[in-house]
């Protein structure tokens, strides 16, 4: 190889080195310019590494705050809930306050309106009828047989003006006036005279005095007076005030109202033996039910240090079954609602007690195992149907409340029938309320499985119906037990009617005496017996007959019977 070769081969390498050389040259300027790109792009990606993690933050921050809104949301929104809940409510229940004000007090749910602006629009419309012309329809009563005295009106002409003939009647025209005879006071005077042996009292001292069995001596009272008295008060409501005013004004004598309160105790005294005798024979009734129920009674003095101290007391009834033979009501004072006098009244009973939902009721059971409570479905029923009324008449029938209703109607209307029926037995009785088993288990279907709004109107009345539960159906089994209490309300009321007149009693003992009294004239009412003539008839003969046979349902006393008038 030549030299020439050798040098060209030599600047071939070396160009290929300058190559080399150039080309890492620019390799190591591509290589810093790569380095300065990805320092930056470093800087670069952690800047926006940090502004991500600001905005990160921010968004959590954001999240958070979103959070706390939707926690406050819910809660504002739980409030408004409830708040429109309670509001439903108040409204429901405003309804049915609203038409127990201003509509009849039945319980019947069809064609109910409250004074709706297009049902008087429409009833305006409507052509009226006149009253005028119309004759007043008078009592038919046959006055023919009370007619003690006929007086004629005659003209006074008694022969025509014209041709001197005496004048025939033409016509006669009756017309029948009621004189009232008010009561007049008589005053009887005893002497009581002593004698003795002109002869023999020298020696022997003896005086004779007269037997005397009055169990009124040492009083003006008689009979008669003590039994007017007590009409008065106990069955007509006459306060003691307004009697003494009676006595002095229209009877021309004075007895304080004082005495009067005086002789109604020494009377309910005497009268006590036939009160115990009712209550222990409404304990042993053949039926062996009591309906029971209660109201208040205020008592101004309660004979303690202070007089002005004013107290809720209680009253409670008791009445017999509709299917005894012997109806009684018996009164019983109670210092206060506590059931525990009632308990010892009924420490020995056999039998159901049927009564409100009241739960002291409830003792009674634990006391006595052989108690067993009927619970009253008239109660239960009131409830749901003023629910009823006060919704709008497309949404009754659809409604919860309207179903329960319809059950419990269906009930009522073949206990109406078996009342009505005059062949009614026992095993007919048993018969009909053996059907009502498919209602029960209806009734418990709409009663605990609805879900009804809290504090509406339909769970406040499915709540009660709850617990009152276990006692609703005893009358099933039992052929003397009614479904409802209505004899108790119905004993009960004459006595609220009296107490709107005389507001409280004075003390605790006058209590106890007018209730007494008010046992023995209410059932005397309820047996159709005339009060005044029993009473004057029972204070005269206590002491001298059984006590059988002055009870107010004996048959001696039938004689005092009430008759009904014939119109």
């Not at 179903?403 to 009930?411: A, F, G, L, R, T």
């Not at 052929?479 to 004075?506: D, H, S």
């Amino acid at each position: 190889m030549d030299i020439n070769e050798l040098l060209k081969q030599l600047q071939e390498a070396n160009n290929l080195i300058n190559k080399l050389k150039s080309d890492n040259d620019a390799l190591a300027s591509e290589n810093n310019s790569l380095n300065e790109q990805n320092t930056f792009l470093h800087k670069e990606l952690e800047n926006k590494n940090i502004i991500i993690s600001k905005q990160d933050s921010k968004i959590q921050s954001q999240i958070d705050e979103i959070n706390k809104l939707n926690i406050e949301m819910y809660k504002v929104n739980s409030e408004l809930n409830s708040v429109v809940s309670q509001l439903n409510a108040y409204k429901e229940k405003y309804d049915i306050v609203r038409i127990k004000q201003f509509i009849s007090q039945n319980e019947k749910i069809e064609n109910i309106i409250i004074n709706e602006p297009e049902h008087i629009k429409k009833t305006e419309s409507l052509k009226r009828k006149s009253n005028l012309g119309k004759k007043y329809k008078k009592q038919n009563i046959d006055f023919e047989k009370y007619v003690e005295k006929t007086i004629y009106l005659a003209p006074n002409e008694d022969v025509c003006p014209s041709c001197g003939e005496k004048l025939v009647v033409a016509s006669e025209k009756v017309r029948y006036v009621v004189n009232v005879e008010p009561a007049k006071i008589s005053v009887v005077k005893y002497v009581k005279q002593s004698k003795k042996c002109p002869n023999c009292n020298n020696k022997d001292h003896i005086i004779y005095y007269p037997l005397c069995n009055d169990n009124l001596r040492g009083t003006i009272l008689s009979p008669s007076l003590g039994a007017y008295v007590l009409y008065n008060k106990y069955e007509l409501g006459i306060p003691f005030e307004h009697l003494s005013k009676h006595f002095s004004n229209h009877l021309g004598f004075n007895i304080s109202k004082e005495n009067l309160s005086n002789y109604s105790i020494k009377l309910a005294n005497i009268l006590s033996p036939i009160f115990d005798r009712l209550k222990n024979d409404l304990i042993n009734s053949n039926s062996h039910v009591i309906h029971s129920d209660e109201t208040t009674l205020v008592v101004s003095n309660k004979g303690n240090d202070s007089p002005n101290d004013r107290k809720k007391s209680y009253v409670y009834s008791y009445s017999s079954s509709f299917f005894d033979s012997h109806q009684i009501r018996i009164y019983d004072f109670h210092e206060s609602r506590s059931i525990d006098p009632t308990q010892k009244l009924l420490e020995n009973f056999v039998g159901v007690v049927i009564c409100d939902a009241f739960s002291g009721y409830d003792k009674l059971t634990k006391s006595n195992p052989n108690i067993k409570l009927q619970r009253c479905w008239a109660h239960v029923r009131r409830r749901f149907i003023d629910i009823v009324k006060s919704l709008p008449v497309d949404k009754r029938k659809t409604s919860v409340a309207f179903k329960i209703v319809e059950c419990i109607s269906s009930m009522f209307k073949e206990e109406a029938k078996l009342k009505q029926n005059k062949k009614l037995t026992i095993d007919l009785i048993l018969k009909t309320r053996q059907s009502f088993l498919p209602i029960k288990n209806q009734l418990y279907k709409y009663i605990f499985e609805s879900n009804p709004a809290k504090n509406s109107a339909l769970f406040d009345a499915i709540k009660y119906a709850k617990g009152c539960w276990d006692d609703l159906f005893t009358f099933i089994d039992n052929p003397f037990v009614e479904m409802t209490n209505n004899t108790a309300e119905r004993a009960i009321k004459p006595f609220v009617i009296q107490r709107k007149v005389f507001q409280t009693a004075g003390s605790y003992a006058g209590a106890r005496y007018s209730t007494k009294l008010f046992s023995i004239i209410q059932t005397c009412l309820i047996n159709n017996i005339d009060v005044e003539k029993y009473l004057a008839y029972v204070i005269e003969n206590i002491d001298k007959e059984k006590i059988d046979d002055l009870l107010p349902y004996s048959k001696s006393m039938e004689i005092f019977k009430l008759k009904k008038l014939s119109c």
